[in-house]
């Protein structure tokens, strides 16, 4: 195991919980007292501003997971101010105290549980994560695939889904506006829509 720089703070060590979702990943440090910036993913942001502890975990590929060395394994951190700064957050995170300790958590993925993402005002929207592994159908009750992925195409969001049926299994994109989607029903995982199967041809 790689030795802790020596002015890495006490880590909490941490198993991720059941529900933690990657909400976004620190970009660098912000500052020079100890803040750093993360880039959050699409619906991260609520979820970062709103959970009181995030959850870091080490990259897990490319440069910067072979560079970083602030910890092995997942850690808790206790968040004191978080705030947005123009397209990406900024954090002050307890422990944190300079510029050289926020640039060692370069790279590190930030989860937060489901459990502390801020309520929804409106019930006709949902947060993406809740949507991923739905059953989709039509209005003639046909199924059309479960939701793998959601794409942000600007002014809406875009189910990608995946029909295991066919073979090989085959992708369909349906915009996720009302005009297409006729319920949501979370409890029973399932979407219906006013979709037929010929419409992807």
Known sequence: MKP???????????????DAVAV?????????RGWIRVQGVAQGGDALAHAKRWYLAPPDQGPLARAFQAFQAPVEVSVRQVRRH??????????????????????????????????LQDPNEYYWVDLIGL??????????????????TGPHAVLCLEDAASAPPRQRLIPFVG????????????????WQPDYDD
Do not use: M
């Open 86 to 119: 123009a397209a990406a957050w900024v954090a002050c995170l307890d422990g944190i105290t300079d510029r050289t300790q926020a640039q060692q958590l370069r790279g590190a993925v930030v989860h937060v549980a489901r459990a502390d993402f801020p309520p």
């Open 24 to 32: 976004g990943w620190v970009r660098d440090a912000w500052g020079v």
């Open 179 to 194: 005009a297409y989607i006729d319920r949501v029903d979370l409890a029973a995982k399932r979407i219906t829509v006013d």
């Open 135 to 152: 059953q989709v159908v039509n209005r003639q009750g046909l199924a059309l695939g479960v939701v793998r992925e959601l794409l942000s």
């Open 4 to 18: 802790l720089p020596p002015s890495s703070p006490p880590w909490t060590p941490a198993v991720l919980p059941a």
